[in-house]
């Protein structure tokens, strides 16, 4: 049904939570998946940005490791999450993103996040993977 799926994922434990779901699905369908971590871009020194990508990488590296995600599908990006998602569901054909996403209430509820953004820019079917 689905045959690449795009699981966004931030560097927390619910990461994990997110990606188990997708690799579930990505198993079920026979879907190539794919995971995309985005570092919020900041007008910080290059060197600083540097610094923050070669923190987050070996988490994703292990991420991609233990799903067995080619190396090929890794995208690790900076700029801002909701839009280098979409972008990325464009270039490489995806049909599904997985998203976690937190039950929000009242002012916050407004207030953009993630997820809300990408339900309303994809072009493609979005999972949203409910987190406490
Ligand atoms: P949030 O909107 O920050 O509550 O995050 C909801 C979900 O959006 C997370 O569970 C991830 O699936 C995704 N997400 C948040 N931040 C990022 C990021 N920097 N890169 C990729 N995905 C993200």
């Known amino acids: 049904m689905y045959k690449n799926i795009l699981c ?6 619910e990461g994990e939570i997110v990606l188990l779901k ?4 990505a198993e079920l369908y026979g ?7 985005i570092i919020e871009y900041t007008f910080l020194p290059k060197d600083y ?15 991609t ?5 080619k190396k090929k599908n890794r995208y690790v990006k900076f700029g801002k999450p909701y839009s280098e998602i979409c972008a990325l569901e464009n270039k490489h054909n995806i049909d599904l993103i997985v998203i976690g996403s937190h039950e929000k209430r009242g002012v916050k509820a407004f207030l953009g996040s ?3 953004a990408v339900l309303q820019q994809a072009t ?3 999972l949203l993977v409910k987190l406490r």
């Open 31 to 37: 879907s190539q998946l794919s995971i995309a971590h």
């Open 124 to 126: 493609c079917d979005v």
């Open 114 to 116: 993630t997820a809300h």
């Open 65 to 69: 490791k233990k799903h067995n995600i």
């Open 8 to 13: 966004a994922v931030d560097v927390s434990s």
């Open 49 to 63: 940005q540097k610094k923050l990508k070669e923190d987050v990488l070996p988490v994703i590296q292990e991420m």
């Open 22 to 25: 997708a690799a579930a699905l």
